[in-house]
T-cell receptor, first 109, second 114 residues
Framework: DAKTTQPNSMESNEEEPVHLPCNHSTISGTDYIHWYRQLPSQGPEYVIHGLTSNVNNRMASLAIAEDRKSSTLILHRATLRDAAVYYC??????????FGPGTRLSVLP | NAGVMQNPRHLVRRRGQEARLRCSPM?????VYWYRQLPEEGLKFMVYLQKENIIDESGMPKERFSAEFPKEGPSILRIQQVVRGDSAAYFCASSPQVLNYEQYFGPGTRLTVT
């Protein structure tokens, strides 16, 4: 079973920032937080991951709460191509990825 | 560098036939994962393999399903005597290492059992 909780769906307007939340209250000290997204009819795509500190890459930013029990994926300017299902996943050495239902993001023009 | 390749992209089988799904990992990747996604659901882990070894098959049904990743050639997910409930999208992913590395996914094989 997934160890994370995400809203089922969210909406955003094009070119506005999007904050996608994820709760993981049972996270252990060695769990990494990964985000993937899945566009329609495609395989999942890696977005970003982190352990304790906030992370930035060309796709997004990841803000991790100080107690690590929650995190937020930030898309700085949503585009229509960002419409997808976003998955928040906890991983640990040797463990397989557990995908929950994710958050379906709709981007309105 | 080519991404993860899967073939066929679409596969139709009648009940009772065998389905063979192939996955070629990214160059330099020695870890392969298989997932199944039923319509409108999230991905479910099936099996994790390294070259010539099955590391974790805890998500794979005990009967009719098998997987291999030979020293040479692609990884194969084999489903014998398919049933309608096997209809799903099967995704393969690869990674260069296992320690919290990102997984790179292929486009999937959509299996339809008639």
């Amino acid at each position: 079973d997934a160890k994370t909780t995400q809203p089922n769906s969210m909406e955003s307007n094009e070119e506005e920032p999007v904050h996608l939340p994820c709760n993981h209250s049972t996270i252990s000290g060695t769990d990494y937080i990964h985000w993937y997204r899945q566009l329609p009819s495609q395989g999942p795509e890696y977005v970003i991951h982190g352990l304790t500190s906030n992370v930035n890459n060309r796709m997004a930013s990841l803000a991790i709460a100080e107690d690590r029990k929650s995190s937020t994926l930030i898309l700085h300017r949503a585009t229509l191509r960002d419409a997808a299902v976003y998955y928040c996943i906890l991983t640990n050495y040797g463990q397989n990825f557990v995908f929950g239902p994710g958050t379906r993001l709709s981007v309105l023009p | 560098n080519a991404g993860v390749m899967q073939n066929p992209r679409h596969l139709v089988r009648r009940r009772g036939q065998e389905a063979r799904l192939r996955c070629s990992p990214m160059k330099g990747h020695s870890h392969v994962y298989w997932y199944r996604q039923l319509p409108e659901e999230g991905l479910k882990f099936m099996v994790y393999l390294q070259k010539e070894n099955i590391i974790d098959e805890s998500g794979m049904p005990k009967e009719r399903f098998s997987a291999e990743f030979p020293k040479e050639g692609p990884s194969i997910l084999r489903i014998q005597q398919v049933v309608r409930g096997d209809s799903a999208a099967y995704f393969c992913a690869s990674s260069p290492q296992v320690l919290n590395y990102e997984q790179y996914f292929g486009p999937g094989t959509r299996l339809t059992v008639t």
